[in-house]
C-alpha cells in the first residue's frame, strides 16, 4: 500500500506568530503574510505581554515593529534568551533607527526588514526562519541508526519532523499520508529495528525537540513541558529515562546526536505515555 503525499491538516495552524507591533499597518501586515494555512497571529503591545506569550506557547516567529515605539530595543533582547524563536524586525530604516538596528544585530535578530521596501519579504522570512521549519529542516532525513526506508516510514517521519515537537497522533498521521492506523503501525514494527516503533519515533522527535527548547536561557523545564504539552516535568523525565536513559535535566546538554545514540542503545523498558497517542 503506497501513501500518498502528505496532506496539510487544521492542526499545522498550531505555529504561532507573535506580532510585537504597535503600528496598526504593521499588524495588519504580519496578518497578511501569515495565511490561516501556515498558521496563526497573535498581537502583543508590551514587553511583559510579550514574555507572558513566549511562555505560554510554543511560538516560531516574533516580528518586531521598530517604526515608532522605544520598547523594539527591548524586544529584540529577548532573542539573547530565545534563541530557538526567530526574531524578525521591521524598520523604516531612518537615521534615528540606527541604535535599534545596532540592537537587533547584537542580540542575534534572525533578520531586519526595511519598512515599505521589503514588506513581500516578511511571508519568506517567517516561513523561512520559524521554529518548526528550521526543525523540520534540520531533522529532513531520519537517522540512519533507526533503520526507517521504506516510503511510508520516511513519509511519516516527515509529517512529525514538521510538528516541531507538538503532539502528534496516529489517526491525524494516518490520515495525513492516506492510510490506515493499522497498516502504519504494522510499517513500523517491521523497520528491522526494534526501538523504532511508531510510537517510540513520535516520543524521539518531541524529546528532541524538549532539548532544543530547554538550551534557551529563558526556558526551564516547566516552560518545555508546557509548551509541548506534556503533563508534567515528571512525565517529561519519564519519558527521557525510557528513551534515551538520560534524565530530563541532561536535556539541554545533551546534543541530537547524543539522544539518537542513546535511544538506540536503549533496550525497551516498560512503557511511560508521553501524551502523544
Request: hydrophobic residues 45%; aromatic residues 4%; contains cysteine.
Amino acid at each position: 500500500m503506497t501513501p500518498r503525499r502528505v496532506r496539510r491538516t487544521p492542526a499545522e495552524a498550531s505555529r504561532l506568530v507573535v506580532a510585537h507591533a504597535p503600528r496598526a499597518r504593521t499588524r495588519e501586515l504580519v496578518r497578511t503574510s501569515v495565511s490561516r494555512r501556515v498558521g496563526r497571529v497573535a498581537i502583543t503591545r508590551s514587553l511583559g505581554t510579550l514574555d507572558r506569550r513566549l511562555h505560554a506557547s510554543l511560538v516560531d516567529v516574533v516580528v518586531i515593529d521598530l517604526g515608532t515605539n522605544e520598547d523594539g530595543i527591548g524586544a529584540a533582547a529577548f532573542a539573547r534568551e530565545f534563541p530557538s524563536v526567530a526574531f524578525v524586525a521591521m524598520t523604516p530604516f531612518r537615521a534615528v533607527d540606527a541604535p535599534a538596528i545596532a540592537a537587533c544585530v547584537t542580540c542575534g535578530v534572525a533578520d531586519i526588514l526595511a519598512d515599505g521596501v521589503d514588506d513581500a519579504m516578511l511571508r519568506h522570512a517567517v516561513a523561512a526562519h520559524g521554529f518548526s521549519s528550521r526543525f523540520a529542516s534540520a531533522l529532513a532525513e531520519p537517522p540512519r541508526e533507526l533503520g526507517l526506508e521504506s516510503r511510508i516510514q520516511r513519509s511519516a517521519w516527515r509529517f512529525i519532523a514538521g510538528r516541531a515537537g507538538r503532539v502528534v497522533r496516529t489517526h491525524e498521521l494516518a490520515k495525513a499520508l492516506a492510510v490506515t492506523r493499522e497498516h502504519l503501525s504494522r510499517s513500523f514494527g517491521h523497520s528491522g529495528k526494534p526501538q523504532a516503533t511508531l510510537k517510540r519515533v513520535i516520543d524521539l522527535v518531541r524529546l528532541l525537540a524538549a532539548a532544543e527548547l530547554a538550551k534557551n536561557p529563558g526556558y526551564d523545564l516547566r516552560d518545555v513541558v508546557r509548551l509541548l504539552g506534556y503533563a508534567s516535568v515528571s512525565q517529561l523525565s519519564a519519558v527521557a529515562e525510557r528513551l534515551v536513559g538520560r534524565p530530563a535535566t541532561s536535556l539541554a546538554r545533551l546534543r541530537p546526536g547524543d539522544l539518537i545514540e542513546g535511544f538506540v542503545r536503549t533496550t525497551s523498558r516498560p512503557l511511560v505515555s508521553s501524551g502523544a497517542l
